[in-house]
């Protein structure tokens, strides 16, 4: 059983930072591809970026590049994903996936990932 849980969304000003955490229990994170997806209001699912097994390649979609930033701590088996300069326009549930084929470069279809956190809200006021 995986199970994937998000944590430290909230509700930042615009230019402000936020660190979401996932916690993944049933697998190690060092194993697997994992990544985040997010959606807003009204759109659909969207690849945010992933990081690869064992850290070493990390993927960024062009909207968040040079703003956010993945790791990994295999001791406590968690992702991170720092947000820094947020904007109002990544408001959204940002969603924590893993990719159990552990392939590389990433999946961009968000159907395509097997484990899903239950999802949680980023809102950047302007």
């Known amino acids: 059983q995986v199970q994937l849980v998000e944590s430290g969304g909230g509700l930042v000003q615009a230019g402000g930072s936020l660190r979401l955490s996932c916690a993944a229990s049933?697998?190690?994170?060092?194993?697997?591809?994992m990544g985040w997806l997010r959606q807003a209001l009204g759109k659909e699912r969207e690849f945010v970026g992933a990081i690869s097994r064992n850290g070493i390649s990390k993927y960024y979609v062009d909207s968040v590049k040079g703003r956010f930033t993945l790791s990994t701590d295999n001791a406590k088996n968690t992702m991170y994903l720092q947000m820094n300069s947020l904007k109002p326009e990544d408001t959204a549930v940002y969603y924590c996936?893993?990719?159990?084929?552990?392939?590389?470069?990433?999946?961009?279809?968000?159907?395509?990932?097997?484990?899903w956190g239950q999802g949680i809200q980023v809102t950047v006021s302007s």
């Open positions: 049933g697998r190690t994170v060092s194993d697997y591809a």
């Open positions: 996936v893993l990719d159990k084929s552990g392939n590389w470069p990433p999946q961009k279809t968000p159907g395509m990932y097997d484990y």
